[in-house]
Structure formats: structure tokens, C-alpha cells
């Protein structure tokens, strides 16, 4: 089993990015899939969900209405679509599923 997270970066505030997570040896689809973040000197947090089958969401307060989880089944990818960035949105995101973690990638809002 494999995940692997890319699209991270610098960004300016208000730009966008997304994030992808590229898995192999388990079905996707069939797992709640979610993203969470770490800010130096914070706990690792729960940003947002997607259940199997008919993907149900669910955000973390701070990003509803900026941020888009999603995913292609057929790709067996995960993305985070996030609009509207902000400075304490910067961490090092990460995607779960079936118990395993991707090794996270950076994401740095600043002017």
C-alpha cells in the first residue's frame, strides 16, 4: 500500500492549489479518504473527508466554502482543492486512508 502526495508549494494569499494523492494497493473508493494538515508546533489536524461509495464531505470549519475534497476512482487519486488561501493555512498536508499515511507534502501561504 502506497500514498503519495504531490502539488504542494508556495502560494501567494488568495491563490489556489491542489493537492493530489496517488494511491496503490487498496481500492479508494472503498474507504473513507481523508486530508489532514500539521503546522509547526501544532497537532496534526483533520482538514476534510470523503466517505466511500457516494462520497459524502465533510471540512473542518476554517476551510468550508475554500476547500473541495474529492476524488477519481478511476485514477484511485484523492485531491484537496483549495481556494482562497490564507497565511494559517501553511502545514504540511497529508492523506489517510485504510490506515495509512502519506509522507505529506508543504503547503506556504505567504506574501
Known amino acids: 500500500v502506497q500514498l503519495l502526495e504531490s502539488g504542494g508549494g508556495l502560494v501567494q494569499p488568495g491563490g489556489s492549489l491542489r493537492l493530489s494523492c496517488t494511491t496503490s494497493?487498496?481500492?479508494?473508493?472503498?474507504?473513507?479518504m481523508s486530508w489532514f494538515r500539521q503546522a509547526p508546533g501544532n497537532e496534526r489536524e483533520l482538514v476534510a473527508t470523503?466517505?466511500?461509495?457516494?462520497?459524502?464531505?465533510n471540512y473542518e470549519d476554517s476551510v468550508k466554502g475554500r476547500f473541495t475534497i474529492s476524488r477519481d476512482n478511476a485514477k484511485n487519486t484523492l485531491y484537496l482543492q483549495m481556494n482562497g488561501l490564507k497565511p494559517e493555512d501553511t502545514a504540511v498536508y497529508y492523506c489517510?486512508?485504510?490506515?495509512?499515511w502519506g509522507q505529506g507534502t508543504q503547503v506556504t501561504v505567504s506574501a
Open positions: 470523503i466517505s466511500p461509495g457516494p462520497g459524502y464531505t
Open positions: 489517510t486512508g485504510n490506515s495509512y
Open positions: 494497493g487498496f481500492i479508494l473508493s472503498r474507504y473513507h
